[in-house]
């Protein structure tokens, strides 16, 4: 058994030690936390192209998983259960995640929509058309209450989950936003551009407060550390980098991939960062004391999405192999909601340092620098669990749609589908979690769609409305590209004008 020093010891624990079978001094603290190294516990196939996002539900027994073959899909952890893949998008599935209360899943889509689905085998779903080029990422602020999604029309836009509509844009990026996230108390949003800047916005005042432009290449993702103090970076340049945002500092800087690097994500305790990179592996990086402590490999090709569970007991990764593999990790498992609450307590954009931001230490005083492990688990992984599920396709068909020019009403109190879309904590008495949960077991006795009584006018009017909107969300599409190459032409004969200026300074 391989013993790794993660820098758990306290200063001056010298006397609670033993030594293992190479006569190597190993702390005992370190025998009761970090039993072993983290092993491949099973993968899924279910895919038919390569994955593009993942995320863990609140509890721990769910993944949903996005992918390039245009599905959703909801793993379950239990034993010969069920997989159900949601249809609906009509282009690739950039993102996926799971609200706080685990209620909602929002997915993005290259067919320009954002979704947001109930996680059931009903397939009722929202659909929110704002954006007038391919959506990359969707992001839940940690209350539930709002949804930050960026596209390739080089903005972030804002959504209300409470109204389900529309409540403002961000622009100050000049190329395709990739990633767009929330700050653990929600006060700020980082986002990241191909125009190789990554910027942070306050979302009281809606404006751009920093701006980080120190990259060679751009931020293919960007995340906050769970204390809220610090953003990492995965950089297309093969880069990782760490930067405390309260004094615009860079704090550390990895260059430990051989490809770009495509997705991060912290352990919930913000001492550890996962990365995934085109070079097909996982590194995993021990922030407190600035080193490489694994690379993992497993998949056949790029690997694209990684993300810790809410726990940090588990990680999961995706990539180009089309297979979603299931990681358990050595770390300690972290009470996700016991977490939140703490980081909330303190959290404050000009707040002093806390013991668990991260700042780069010496090493803890080991007898011996451990190198970095590699795991390789076809190779180390003898019982592996295969997980090829049953699959059921759910196919939506009950919609809502919200467009950036109109504001979904909020529904009558007897209509079932508004209290699935709700924070639970916003509900009023009526709605409450009992209400809809008792909703939830009644709707299986609703009558299907072609039963429904729905007269010919309401329905044809509704038809018109919808292409309306259509027209409109084309008209404001067209627009915008017209006024980008308007920007850039604008931008060109600038530029020739301060050539000509130049020139004509240098003959005088």
């Known amino acids: 058994m391989r013993f790794c020093y993660m820098g758990k010891m306290e200063r001056g624990q010298t006397e609670n030690s033993c030594y293992n079978e190479a006569g190597q001094r190993v702390f005992l603290h370190d025998l009761q936390t970090h039993k072993e ?71 993005a889509s290259r067919d320009r929509t954002v979704r947001l689905w109930i996680p059931d085998k009903r397939g009722k779903f929202s659909e929110f058309k704002a954006h007038t080029a391919p959506v990359r990422s969707v992001d839940f602020s940690a209350d539930g209450q709002f949804l930050a999604t960026a596209s390739e029309d080089k903005s972030i836009k804002v959504w209300s989950m409470y109204r389900q509509c529309f409540l403002y844009s961000l622009y100050r990026h000049t190329h395709w936003v990739r990633c767009a996230k929330f700050s653990p108390d929600g006060r700020l949003i980082v986002s990241c551009s191909e125009d190789k800047t990554i910027k942070i916005w306050d979302t009281t005042n809606k404006q751009c407060v920093n701006n980080f432009s120190d990259f060679i290449g751009f931020a293919n993702f960007v995340d906050f550390n769970p204390s809220g103090t610090c953003i990492a970076s995965a950089g297309s340049d093969q880069t990782v980098k760490v930067w405390d945002i309260r004094v615009n500092k860079l704090l550390q800087h990895y260059q430990v991939h051989s490809g770009g690097v495509n997705c991060i994500s912290f352990h919930p305790s913000g001492n550890y960062l996962i990365t995934a990179s085109s070079d097909g592996t996982l590194k995993i990086l021990d922030l407190l004391e600035g080193r490489l402590i694994y690379t993992l490999q497993g998949h056949m090709g790029p690997v694209f999405t990684v993300s810790f569970s809410k726990g940090g ?91 950036e020019t109109s504001g979904r009403t909020l529904p009558d109190k007897g209509e079932e589908v508004y209290g699935y879309f709700l924070n639970p904590s916003l509900l009023s008495p009526e709605c409450s979690p009992t209400t809809t949960k008792k909703k939830t077991e009644d709707m299986s006795d609703l009558p299907s769609e072609s039963q429904r009584s729905i007269p010919l006018a309401v329905t044809d009017a509704l038809e018109h409305i919808m292409e309306q909107l259509n027209v409109l969300t084309q008209t404001v599409s067209i627009l915008e590209q017209r006024l980008t190459l308007t920007e850039d032409k604008l931008k060109d004969c600038l530029e020739n004008q301060q050539k000509l200026f130049s020139a004509v300074q240098q003959k005088s």
């Open 37 to 107: 190294d983290p092993v491949l516990e099973r993968y899924f196939k279910g895919h038919k192209a390569a994955l593009a996002s993942l995320d863990f539900s609140s509890n721990g027994k769910q993944l949903a998983t996005a992918s390039w073959d245009t599905f959703l899909m909801l793993w379950n952890f239990k034993p010969h259960a069920r997989a159900y893949r949601y249809v609906g998008h009509k282009d690739v599935v950039t993102s996926v995640q799971f609200s706080p209360h685990g209620n909602l899943l929002a997915s």
């Open 313 to 403: 007991e588990l990680f999961a990764s995706g990539g180009a192999d089309t297979q979603v593999l299931l990681w358990r990790t050595n770390f300690d498992e972290l009470h996700c909601k016991g977490l939140n609450k703490r980081n909330l307590k303190r959290l404050h954009f000009d707040s002093p340092p806390h013991l668990l931001d991260i700042y780069p230490r010496t090493p803890h005083p080991h007898e011996e620098k451990v190198e970095t492990v590699e795991i390789n688990p076809k190779l180390e992984v003898i019982d592996l669990q295969i997980s090829t599920p049953p699959v059921v396709d759910i196919l939506s068909f009950d919609s809502t749609t919200t467009t």
